[in-house]
């Protein structure tokens, strides 16, 4: 419960203090002293009192003061908490995009995986095969040779001279074995001809 303070009258207790006095120097003996004694407290209560009231007023003033800043410092909490929470929305926020971002990559990164060990697969089962058509082809070269088109025409000419000589002759064998020989050439020509067309 708070003490109700009311302001002390201007100076009465000086009117008071000076009338004692006068009193005291009036009457003599232990009565003067008693009112010179009296005269001394009142003026001490006097200053007490005042000092009493300008405390009160200062105790007062700086309560104004710290419920002013209490307030001030409730308002800024209260903002500082809303700040917060809008962090922490934002953060969780922030945290699900990354999340999903990161399943995302994970599953484009084992697709890609996938297709990648799928190439690889897909890569050896091709090596392997140029690996047969290459020995397949270089047994063929062993068993081939190349030989230019004009040359195949002239020896097929060659071959019509022959059969006609022994033709002449009545070489029956070997004008049929010339004969087998420009047919072949012919043959090879025409598949020649048809692979370039």
């Given at each position: 419960?708070?003490?109700?303070?009311?302001?002390?009258?201007?100076?009465?207790?000086?009117?008071?203090?000076?009338?004692?006095?006068r009193?005291?120097?009036?009457?003599?003996?232990?009565?003067?002293?008693?009112?010179?004694?009296?005269?001394?407290?009142?003026?001490?209560?006097?200053?007490?009192?005042?000092?009493?009231?300008?405390?009160?007023?200062?105790?007062?003033?700086?309560?104004?003061?710290?419920?002013?800043?209490?307030?001030?410092?409730?308002?800024?909490?209260?903002?500082?908490?809303?700040?917060?929470?809008?962090?922490?929305?934002?953060?969780?926020?922030?945290?699900?995009?990354?999340?999903?971002?990161?399943?995302?990559?994970?599953?484009e990164?084992?697709?890609?995986?996938?297709?990648?060990?799928?190439?690889?697969s897909?890569?050896?089962?091709?090596?392997?095969?140029?690996?047969?058509?290459?020995?397949?082809?270089?047994?063929?070269?062993?068993?081939?040779?190349?030989?230019?088109?004009?040359?195949?025409?002239?020896?097929?000419?060659?071959?019509?001279?022959?059969?006609?000589?022994?033709?002449?002759?009545?070489?029956?064998i070997?004008?049929?074995?010339?004969?087998?020989?420009?047919?072949?050439?012919?043959?090879?020509?025409?598949?020649?001809?048809?692979?370039?067309?």
């Amino acid at each position: 419960m708070s003490a109700t303070v009311v302001p002390l009258p201007p100076k009465p207790s000086s009117e008071t203090v000076d009338f004692l006095r006068r009193m005291a120097s009036m009457v003599s003996g232990r009565n003067g002293e008693m009112l010179l004694r009296a005269a001394g407290l009142i003026e001490s209560l006097a200053q007490r009192a005042m000092t009493a009231e300008r405390l009160y007023h200062q105790t007062q003033e700086e309560s104004t003061r710290h419920v002013e800043l209490r307030e001030a410092a409730e308002l800024a909490s209260d903002a500082m908490v809303g700040q917060i929470e809008a962090l922490r929305t934002q953060l969780a926020e922030v945290t699900a995009a990354a999340a999903a971002e990161r399943a995302a990559f994970d599953t484009e990164r084992n697709k890609l995986l996938g297709l990648m060990q799928h190439a690889e697969s897909h890569i050896g089962k091709l090596t392997t095969e140029l690996d047969s058509l290459r020995a397949s082809v270089e047994s063929f070269n062993e068993t081939v040779v190349s030989v230019p088109i004009e040359v195949l025409r002239l020896a097929r000419t060659q071959f019509d001279v022959l059969s006609a000589g022994f033709a002449r002759k009545g070489d029956v064998i070997s004008q049929a074995m010339s004969e087998i020989g420009g047919f072949a050439i012919d043959q090879a020509l025409t598949v020649k001809k048809t692979d370039t067309a």
